[in-house]
């Protein structure tokens, strides 16, 4: 969640979506219970999940 956030603090989310979320076949989220979000991150998690 930090890198997604730094990303699109940087204007590169499209990338990030590209490298990280769209192109491995498996995506694994685990341990996201232990992290709090504010609502930017928590629309940048629902954009993750989304985008799968």
């Not at 930090?2 to 990303?7: G, K, T, V, Y």
């Not at 990030?16 to 979000?37: C, K, M, Q, T, W």
């Amino acid at each position: 969640m930090m890198q997604l956030a730094a990303d699109r603090q940087q204007n590169r989310l499209r990338e990030f979506f590209n490298r990280a979320v769209i192109g491995p076949r498996l995506l694994v989220i685990d341990e996201i219970g232990y992290l709090s979000f504010g609502r930017e991150e928590a629309n940048l998690f629902f954009n993750v999940v989304a985008k799968r």
